[in-house]
């Protein structure tokens, strides 16, 4: 009984550390590029006090993805100049 449960408990801890490995991508992910922004978007939530927070909140993410949009597209338009004047020389 007692090796029964020494085994199954080292079956979870396999079982844990195989799912921290594959999770480790998605968390770098999330604190890269998710965290940051909706932390700041709570942290403005908190300071304004909206009647509406959860749509606050909303409008405060969409803002911030449109401006990441517009600056992605200001840096391909660069790109895509900087490879044109490149070509002209």
Known sequence: MK???EKLEKIRQQER???D???QPIR???MDNVVP???QGLIDVCKSAPDEPLE???EYLLKKADELDERRAKERQQEIEAK???RRL
């Open 3 to 5: 090796h029964e449960a």
């Open 17 to 19: 550390d195989l799912l």
């Open 21 to 23: 490995t594959r999770s």
């Open 28 to 30: 770098q992910y999330l």
């Open 37 to 39: 922004q909706l932390t």
């Open 56 to 58: 606050f909140l909303a």
């Open 84 to 86: 044109l004047n490149k």
